[in-house]
């Protein structure tokens, strides 16, 4: 079983010709209400592609937490550990604009309140092969479940979104961190991803970095070093293309594939997601990712 804390969000997705600059004003073609969040994304992304889910985190008592869960488990998650709070849910007001690329503006809501674990959540941490974490809920709680699973000799893998300081606490239980080139960089003040690699791995033991259409970049504490390419495609929309990544490599680690061949059946799920619009709406189901991975 794999476990996600994480976010919950209600996606606000407008949809332009061109994202607008600072005051200005410009007319959207389409406008879609999307459940999303960093954690349910990864969530979804990863009971798509064959696994055994179970996701950990908040949502309001309003309509869009109502919609969030039932989108979980639409999905075949495991929502017990969901809790609701009073108040809103979290929102993603996000820009897509014609060449696939967006803007994200996240207003945490019940997010806001997962500050640490209840007993259910240690019992089902303890209980995972992997812990997925991201950074959209407060940076305690999420050290908290580092810690929770580390303790308990689960595999914890941390993508660092939105960039902050990350605390000697949270990085001594990560296992695998999945920064992409941006975070990378402003992680470790460099733009070069070879060099921030490095850098990464004086840290965790083990980073991939996704460098968009240029593939990823894996390394190990043990020296291995790998790059993927990404396949090629016409993108859509981005805006999940981390995220189904990350779920898609979770799965492929927990079935037992090595580095290389776990890279390709992420880098696989990430194409698909993005020649579809939405963020869980467009992450591909595993006959899909199979499919395409033996048509390459």
């Known amino acids: 079983m794999i476990s996600v804390f994480g976010s919950a969000n209600m996606d606000l997705v407008a949809y332009v010709p061109q994202a607008p600059k600072l005051g200005e004003t410009v007319t959207g073609r389409a406008f879609h209400t999307i459940p999303g969040g960093k954690g349910a994304n990864q969530a979804?992304?990863?009971?798509?592609?064959?696994?055994d889910v179970t996701f950990l985190g908040a949502v309001g008592d309003?309509?869009?937490?109502?919609?969030?869960?039932s989108t979980l488990v639409d999905a075949g998650i495991e929502v017990t550990a969901l809790r609701q709070v009073p108040g809103a849910s979290g929102i993603a007001h996000i820009v897509v604009d014609d060449s696939g690329g967006n803007s994200i503006i996240v207003v945490p809501g019940a997010n806001g309140t997962v500050t640490g674990l209840t007993g259910d959540d240690h019992t089902l941490i303890s209980a995972s092969s992997a812990l997925l974490l991201q950074l959209e809920l407060p940076i305690e709680g999420v050290t908290a479940a580092a810690r929770a699973a580390h303790e308990a000799g689960v595999q914890v893998v941390l993508t660092p979104a939105p960039t902050r300081p990350l605390p000697a606490e949270l990085l001594e239980a990560v296992t695998l961190l999945v920064p992409n080139e941006h975070e990378a960089a402003d992680l470790t003040g460099t733009s070069d991803a070879d060099s921030a690699l490095e850098e990464l791995l004086k840290l965790v033991p083990?980073?991939?970095?996704?460098?968009?259409?240029?593939?990823?970049?894996?390394?190990?504490?043990?020296?291995?070093?790998?790059?993927?390419?990404?396949?090629?495609?016409?993108?859509?929309?981005?805006?999940?293309?981390?995220d189904t990544f990350v779920g898609a490599l979770a799965v492929a680690r927990s079935e037992g594939l090595g580095p290389e061949d776990a890279?390709?059946?992420?880098?696989?799920?990430?194409?698909?997601?993005?020649?579809?619009?939405?963020?869980?709406?467009?992450?591909?189901?595993?006959?899909?990712?199979?499919?395409?991975?033996?048509?390459?």
């Open 44 to 51: 979804i992304a990863a009971a798509r592609a064959g696994a």
């Open 62 to 69: 309003d309509g869009f937490g109502i919609a969030m869960r």
């Open 206 to 242: 083990e980073v991939v970095i996704t460098l968009g259409s240029e593939g990823a970049l894996y390394g190990s504490r043990s020296g291995e070093r790998l790059r993927v390419p990404a396949v090629k495609v016409e993108a859509v929309d981005t805006t999940a293309a981390g």
């Open 263 to 296: 890279l390709r059946f992420a880098s696989v799920a990430a194409s698909i997601s993005v020649q579809r619009e939405g963020a869980s709406t467009s992450m591909p189901g595993r006959d899909e990712i199979d499919a395409q991975l033996a048509a390459h």
